[in-house]
């Protein structure tokens, strides 16, 4: 398996438009996982689906942030507008089942200018 | 929000040595993992340490919860060079399957 695979690895943008950051968890997980990072907060959890269905999305900052998961090989996170101050290393994250521990993806390093 | 704050934050030890890193947690759990994170990438899961474990070994390293003090200790024996990372502990709380992770300690092993 090629492990969890996030689009794109960087992304540079500037303020006000719409960014979609993309994710492939591993096929047969059930739970994928959105984190954000930054210096400052750490690794913040955003939301979270089981079987493709949102559970928690507690962690989503701002009205801004959307996340999807269409399908159980596809899930995306769109801001709309981008701040500043979203600029962050994103990571989406799968699991096979509760209390299993996560495999992460590598990361979309996010810069809002 | 954090739910564990790992102590020290940084730790600077030599090869061959014994690296010990702490994480303190405010709530009862149901699991606790530990991950490495080298810079830039994304995190590896190390270990998973249930509520009802006391102790757990993978190799080199070494895994220890004490629910009552609501702590867990990691220790990396015989350190090399290539430990060098960041560690984080991760605990789960409530019926979810959210793990919230702590603040980290970045281990720096010196050849």
């Known amino acids: 398996d090629a492990g969890v695979i996030q689009s794109p690895r960087h992304e540079v943008t500037e303020m006000g438009q719409e960014v979609t950051l993309r994710c492939k968890p591993i096929?047969?997980?059930?739970?994928l996982f959105w984190y954000r990072q930054t210096m400052m907060r750490g690794l913040e959890l955003l939301i979270y689906?089981?079987?493709?269905?949102?559970?928690?999305d507690s962690g989503m900052p701002e009205d801004r942030f959307s996340a999807k998961m269409p399908n159980a090989s596809f899930s995306t996170l769109k801001i709309q507008p981008s701040e500043p101050r979203d600029s962050a290393v994103y990571f989406c994250?799968?699991?096979?089942?509760?209390?299993?521990?996560?495999?992460f993806g590598s990361g979309t390093r996010l810069t809002v200018v | 929000s954090q739910q564990g704050e790992e102590d020290p934050q940084a730790l600077s030890i030599q090869e061959g040595e014994n690296a010990t890193m702490n994480c303190s947690y405010k709530?009862?759990?149901?699991?606790l993992q530990w991950y490495r994170q080298n810079s830039g990438r994304g995190l590896v899961h190390l270990i998973l340490?249930?509520?009802?474990?006391r102790e757990k070994h993978s190799g080199r390293l070494r895994v220890t919860l004490d629910t009552s003090k609501k702590s867990s200790s990691l220790l990396i024996t015989a350190s090399r060079a290539a430990d060098t990372a960041s560690y984080f502990c991760?605990?789960?709380?409530?019926?979810?399957?959210?793990?919230?992770f702590g603040t980290g300690t970045s281990l720096t092993v010196i050849p």
């Open positions: 994250a799968s699991s096979s089942y509760r209390g299993s521990g996560y495999t």
């Open positions: 096929s047969g997980h059930d739970y």
């Open positions: 689906f089981n079987n493709n269905v949102p559970i928690d």
């Open positions: 709530t009862s759990i149901n699991n």
């Open positions: 340490i249930r509520s009802n474990e």
């Open positions: 991760a605990t789960d709380v409530g019926t979810g399957n959210q793990f919230y």
